[in-house]
């Protein structure tokens, strides 16, 4: 069962998100929080896994909100405003709903987020040796696949998804973040090189000035991680 909160600065969204939680089987809803600071109150009090998330709110904003936990639970935010679409992925967000949300949008958000929650609660910890990582395990087709870290020539982000591109026939693709596999994987052997790639240095084949070529892939380098990624080739 996932332990669900709402936010929301408005009664009725709160009950509307709350009949629809009730018709969802591995929905359990914790509490109805008016307010940001009530939220942070019940996640001292109970272990949520899955946040349903109003943005623009009196005092703190949903978007604040985020930006203070430390240890934050699944997210769906739910707004009336298309304008945070895009800033809602800094937070690693499941989805994404437009007020008024139907049931069926709804049920595909909470099947989103019941995947990427199994994900997270069934996944191993990565096997180390005396060279540090050697292999992750990803979520992919509802399997949870084992990778070799030497395998991995680079990783391509798309929004709620990753694409793991290694020295295999095809990629594999995860319900997962850039940014969580960059904090796995060893620093000493990937490099962000743009918001959407992380590469191997080991299967670098050649450079441009803004590009990289990995297993024949031409992939930008970016402004933003231009001078980092050449730092590391000078080292």
């Known amino acids: 069962m996932i332990r669900c909160i709402v936010v929301d600065d408005e009664p009725l969204a709160l009950d509307l998100i709350e009949d629809n939680i009730k018709k969802v089987s591995f929905l359990s809803l914790t509490a109805k929080c008016l307010s940001a600071q009530q939220a942070l109150e019940v996640m ?64 595909k958000a909470a099947n989103k987020a019941s995947e990427y929650i199994s994900y997270n609660k069934a996944k191993q910890q990565p096997t180390s040796g005396a060279h540090g990582v050697e292999h992750i395990f990803v979520r992919s087709e509802h399997k949870i696949i084992r990778i070799s870290v030497s395998d991995i020539a680079y990783i391509e982000g798309l929004k709620d998804y990753v694409k793991i591109y290694t020295t295999g026939p095809r990629p594999i693709l995860s319900l997962n973040s850039l940014k969580y596999l960059e904090e796995l994987l060893p620093a000493k052997d990937f490099v962000r090189v743009h918001r959407s790639f992380i590469i191997s240095l080991k299967h670098i084949d050649y450079i441009s000035r803004s590009s990289v070529f990995v297993c024949k892939k031409n992939i930008p380098v970016s402004t933003l991680y231009r001078d980092s990624f050449f730092d590391r080739i000078k080292s």
């Not at 430390?70 to 739910?78: C, D, E, K, T, W």
């Not at 992925?89 to 008024?100: A, E, G, R, S």
């Open 44 to 107: 001292q009090q109970h272990d949520i896994d899955l946040m349903f998330l109003d943005i623009e709110m009196p005092d703190i904003s949903g978007i604040q909100l985020l930006r203070s936990l430390n240890h934050q639970p699944a997210v769906i935010l739910i707004t009336a405003y298309e304008k945070y679409a895009l800033k809602s992925y800094d937070f690693d967000v499941v989805d994404y709903l437009l007020k008024p949300v139907e049931f069926e949008r709804f049920l």
